[in-house]
C-alpha cells in the first residue's frame, strides 16, 4: 500500500513541477515580448532584436515573434536575413494567407527585382483567401509591380 501512495506522491511532484516549470517559462517569454514591443515602439532596434531572438529561440515555430523578427531586421538593414524570417513564417503557416503576403509584400518594396518572387508569393496567399486581391489592388506599395505583365496576369 505504501508503495502506491508513494508512486503518486512522486507523479504529482513531477506533474507539479512541470506546471511550474512551463508557467515560468512562459512569464519569461511574455516578459521578452513585452520588451520587444517597446523596444520597436522606441525604435530601439537592437533590444528589440535581441528579444525577439530570445522569443524566437525559446519558441521557433510561433509565427509572430518570426515576421517580427523579420521586420526588425529590415530596419536593421539585414535584407538576407529578413527574407529568410519571411519565408519561415510562410513555411510554418503554409494554409495562411498573412505569411505568403508578408513575404511578397517584402519583396515587392525591399527587393524590386524580384519580380517572380513576389508574385509567386501573392498567388500562394490568393489561394489561401480571395480577399487578398482586394489587398494586392489597394496597396500602394505595389504601384511599380503593378505595371509588370506577371503581376497584371495575376490579378485579372
Not at 137 to 153: C, N, W, Y
Request: one cysteine or more; hydrophobic letters at 45%.
Amino acid at each position: 500500500m505504501n508503495q502506491y501512495i508513494v508512486g503518486i506522491l512522486v507523479v504529482c511532484g513531477v506533474v507539479s513541477f512541470q506546471v511550474v516549470r512551463r508557467y515560468v517559462r512562459q512569464k519569461r517569454i511574455k516578459q521578452w515580448w513585452m520588451a520587444a514591443e517597446e523596444a520597436v515602439r522606441v525604435e530601439d532596434v537592437d533590444t528589440a532584436e535581441k528579444m525577439v531572438r530570445k522569443c524566437v529561440r525559446a519558441m521557433p515555430l510561433w509565427t509572430p515573434g518570426r515576421v517580427t523578427l523579420a521586420a526588425v531586421l529590415v530596419k536593421r538593414g539585414d535584407l538576407a536575413g529578413a527574407e529568410q524570417e519571411f519565408k519561415l513564417a510562410a513555411e510554418l503557416e503554409p494554409r495562411r494567407a498573412e505569411g505568403h503576403l508578408q513575404l511578397g509584400l517584402f519583396y515587392a518594396v525591399h527587393r524590386p527585382d524580384a519580380v517572380s518572387a513576389a508574385v509567386t508569393s501573392f498567388e500562394r496567399a490568393l489561394e489561401c483567401d480571395e480577399r487578398v486581391r482586394e489587398l494586392l489592388l489597394k496597396d500602394t506599395r505595389l504601384d511599380a509591380l503593378r505595371k509588370t505583365d506577371s503581376f497584371k496576369a495575376l490579378l485579372a
